[in-house]
């Protein structure tokens, strides 16, 4: 078996977080090997990131509309990428206990959406980010993952994981932690990056408490992502059983038995044709001779 139908049979076992960490890495792997080819042949590859990262401004956001979706599947360095998709996996799979992988893929999109529109909303409206809000762009799965980290914090708070160097920390401290890292960092270099991070975490907050009270925010987005699936995907013919054959259907017993008292009538038939002539049948009785002479 190949290294590619591997991949595929692994990702074709593996569940929701298995399949957002397979995207996200090919994405990097595609996007890193164009890079990589276009500098070969001194050939810019400056116009990949700007046409996949979500812009801050709102005119090239209106021309660049597809960002809000691309730019959560988007990393730039190796461990930008590597950081996110272990917290993806670590979190994930705590998430996983508690709630469905169609919920998981749905606050993946919610965080990352919410997270992107902190991230706009800010740089349009706070003078602090005036000054760079024509050359910001937006990427990674920061803000996506942000919000599973919080949602399984406020889901189960006291269940604790294992960290390096620390030990067992409860969820709640490490969700409260990480977001407040991201708000003390709102007016750092990378403060469109943690303003993300605070749309995820809210998405991921909200997502646990409406779901207590019986409404799932992320069920509008897994309807459209179905309906985007369904579109896409090979439909296979359908063979319709008839509904008549199978209630002719019969049994060798009855088959033979009814063979036999055919073939009865038809003696019978015969022996009224040699006494009193073809004439003296029935209507019925020369169709079923006619019949069984077409049979032979």
């Known amino acids: 078996?190949?290294?590619?139908?591997?991949?595929?049979?692994?990702?074709?076992?593996?569940?929701?977080?298995?399949?957002?960490?397979?995207?996200?890495?090919?994405?990097?792997?595609?996007?890193?090997?164009?890079?990589?080819?276009?500098?070969?042949?001194?050939?810019?590859?400056?116009?990949?990131?700007?046409?996949?990262?979500?812009?801050?401004?709102?005119?090239?956001?209106?021309?660049?509309?597809?960002?809000?979706?691309?730019?959560?599947?988007?990393?730039?360095?190796?461990?930008?990428?590597?950081?996110?998709?272990?917290?993806l996996f670590w979190f994930g799979k705590i998430f996983l206990i508690f709630f469905s992988e169609k919920k998981l893929v749905g606050l993946y999109f919610l965080g990352g959406l919410l997270g992107v529109f902190f991230y706009?909303?800010?740089?349009?409206?706070?003078?602090?980010?005036?000054?760079?809000?024509?050359?910001?762009i937006l990427l990674g799965a920061s803000g996506s993952?942000?919000?599973?980290?919080?949602?399984?914090?406020?889901?189960?708070?006291?269940?604790?994981?294992?960290?390096?160097?620390?030990?067992?920390?409860?969820?709640?401290?490490?969700?409260?932690?990480?977001?407040l890292m991201s708000f003390f960092g709102i007016t750092s270099d990378n403060g469109g990056g943690q303003l993300a991070h605070l749309g995820g975490?809210?998405?991921?907050y909200l997502f646990v408490v409406s779901l207590r009270k019986g409404a799932d925010i992320t069920k509008g987005i897994n309807w459209i992502l179905d309906a985007g699936f369904n579109l896409f995907r090979v439909r296979k013919m359908k063979?319709?059983?008839?509904?008549?054959?199978?209630?002719?259907?019969?049994?060798?017993?009855?088959?033979?038995?009814?063979k036999a008292r055919k073939m009865a009538q038809i003696d019978q038939i015969l022996d009224r044709i040699k006494t009193s002539g073809y004439e003296s049948l029935s209507a019925e009785e020369k169709k079923r001779l006619f019949e069984q002479g077409n049979k032979n």
């Open 1 to 87: 078996m190949s290294i590619i139908d591997n991949i595929k049979q692994a990702f074709r076992q593996g569940n929701s977080v298995t399949h957002l960490i397979f995207i996200n890495s090919i994405v990097f792997v595609l996007l890193n090997l164009a890079l990589g080819l276009m500098k070969l042949f001194n050939f810019p590859g400056d116009f990949i990131l700007p046409y996949l990262a979500a812009p801050a401004d709102l005119i090239q956001l209106s021309h660049h509309f597809w960002t809000p979706i691309t730019y959560m599947f988007l990393h730039e360095g190796f461990l930008h990428i590597l950081f996110n998709m272990l917290n």
């Open 120 to 136: 706009v909303t800010a740089f349009n409206t706070f003078p602090f980010y005036a000054d760079i809000l024509h050359n910001s």
């Open 145 to 179: 993952i942000m919000a599973i980290i919080v949602a399984t914090a406020v889901q189960s708070p006291n269940m604790e994981m294992q960290l390096m160097f620390l030990g067992r920390i409860k969820l709640k401290y490490i969700a409260l932690a990480v977001v």
């Open 201 to 204: 975490a809210l998405a991921g």
């Open 239 to 258: 063979v319709k059983p008839n509904k008549n054959s199978q209630k002719n259907r019969m049994s060798d017993a009855e088959y033979n038995e009814n």
